[in-house]
């Protein structure tokens, strides 16, 4: 499975991004999909998931700004991020994680929260 994030980029406080995941390779055998953040000298965590039923899972500051949802038939995930705040800026990362119990990360997209 690969998988890859686009999207990122600068964005004023107040704003809006959507990011975007696709996985290619053994897509049926995907059980979940999140996005993670990190911030230089923190530890990643987790933004929000969404399960291969569609079941839905935020965190934090995510819960209520941000949305996570699926297109199926372009295996891809977005997650919408309104009202964006500076304390948003991080390298947001995309997890894929199979009924396997194996996962793979995508290479991250930075988004940054700035006037």
């Known amino acids: 499975v690969q998988v890859v994030e686009s999207g990122g980029g600068l964005v004023q406080p107040g704003g809006s991004l959507r990011l975007s995941c696709t996985a290619s390779g053994i897509v049926a055998s995907i059980y979940s999909m999140s996005w993670y953040r990190q911030t230089p000298g923190k530890q990643r965590e987790l933004v929000a998931a969404i399960t291969d039923d569609g079941d839905t899972n935020y965190v934090g500051s995510a819960k209520g700004r941000f949305t996570i949802s699926r297109d199926k038939a372009k295996n891809t995930v977005y997650l919408q991020m309104n009202t964006l705040e500076p304390e948003d800026t991080a390298v947001y990362y995309c997890?894929?994680?199979?009924?396997?119990?194996?996962?793979?990360w995508g290479q991250g997209t930075q988004v940054t929260v700035s006037s």
């Open positions: 997890r894929a994680y199979l009924y396997s119990r194996y996962d793979y």
